[in-house]
């Protein structure tokens, strides 16, 4: 279950998704099987080499990568997440969703 974010947020990761780009989407999360994680990001892109690529270059393996709808993407968990935003200078999802605070 997603919540945290805003209809228009939702709809600005889509329209970046649609549009080639790499789109991040971070939201608070709830999910039994990772009762450690609060948050996940969402890392989508409509052109599924390229998100495959992605994730490679950030030594993830692209295997987990959602084909859901029309917006796939990889769900950024954990330890993962954080060293990634951070290495992507996305501090605003890390502060937003107080990512700094659970190291």
């Keep these: 279950m997603a919540f945290g974010i805003t209809r228009a947020e939702l709809e600005a990761w889509k329209a970046a998704i649609n549009q080639g780009q790499i789109a991040f ?3 608070y ?3 039994a099987r990772f009762p450690n994680s609060h948050t996940v990001t969402k890392v989508g892109c409509r052109d599924v080499q390229k998100l495959a ?3 490679r270059a950030h030594q993830l393996n692209p295997d987990y990568i959602h084909y859901r709808d029309q917006y796939p993407h ?7 997440q954080y ?3 951070q290495q992507l200078g996305l501090q605003d999802h890390i502060i937003r969703f107080g990512l700094h605070k659970r190291r």
Excluded: K, S, V
Aim: aromatic share 22%.
């Design 25 to 27: 989407l971070t939201h």
């Design 83 to 85: 060293e990634i935003l």
């Design 53 to 55: 690529a992605w994730c």
């Design 74 to 80: 990889f769900d950024l968990l954990g330890p993962y």
């Design 29 to 31: 999360w709830r999910d």
